[in-house]
């Protein structure tokens, strides 16, 4: 475990020299998601840091671009974030899923519109346009693709079914006489 926590912190501070050494000694998982930082990989890190050289070589090493952290990020999420150009070129020629909607909607374009990183929206606006071409291409020749976090799919399903029950516990309310009442019932009704 050791070396998971350094590869990650050799992939935040910038060290390229110390994760491809890491990465030779073949004793980690560049896939490792650091729960203590919403499930960040080494590949968020080197993306948010804007490293694609390091991004190429933890690829070449297994690292899935596709992994999310906790709200559904993936590493092109965090290079558009922070104006990236370099490293979403790196990650849309390693053919990563650079199209992908986060926990809330949103793409990497659309983080790069909120950022205000205009070059990695113009990049973006044709790259999702090619990364959905490929990913057609693809299925027509029976080629699969890694551009799924299972395991964050499961917890996406999950906090939609928490949030579906929440509403439906919301959308009651309590009336003395009655019990429970369904609040859109109650509205414009005087009891």
Request: glycine share 6%; with cysteine.
């Amino acid at each position: 475990m050791a070396e998971l926590t350094e590869l990650h912190q050799a992939t935040a501070l910038g060290d390229y020299d110390l994760v491809e050494e890491i990465l030779k000694k073949g004793v980690c998982d560049p896939n490792y998601k650091d729960i203590d930082w919403n499930d960040k990989t080494p590949l968020h890190w080197a993306a948010m840091k804007g490293q694609a050289d390091t991004v190429k070589i933890l690829v070449e090493h297994g690292a899935r671009p596709c992994l999310r952290t906790e709200t559904g990020w993936t590493p092109a999420h965090f290079a558009a974030e922070s104006g990236r150009l370099g490293v979403l070129r790196m990650l849309h020629s390693l053919h990563a899923p650079i199209d992908q909607k986060d926990l809330y909607g949103d793409t990497p374009k659309k983080i790069a519109e909120i950022y205000g990183n205009k070059d990695c929206v113009k990049f973006l606006e044709t790259a999702e346009r090619e990364c959905i071409e490929y990913r057609h291409m693809a299925a027509a020749n029976n080629i699969s693709l890694d551009d799924m976090d299972e395991d964050w799919e499961k917890k996406k399903k999950e906090l939609e079914e928490e949030q579906k029950s929440s509403k439906n516990k919301k959308s009651q309310t309590w009336d003395k006489r009655n019990g429970f009442k369904n609040f859109s019932s109650n509205q414009g009704h005087n009891a």
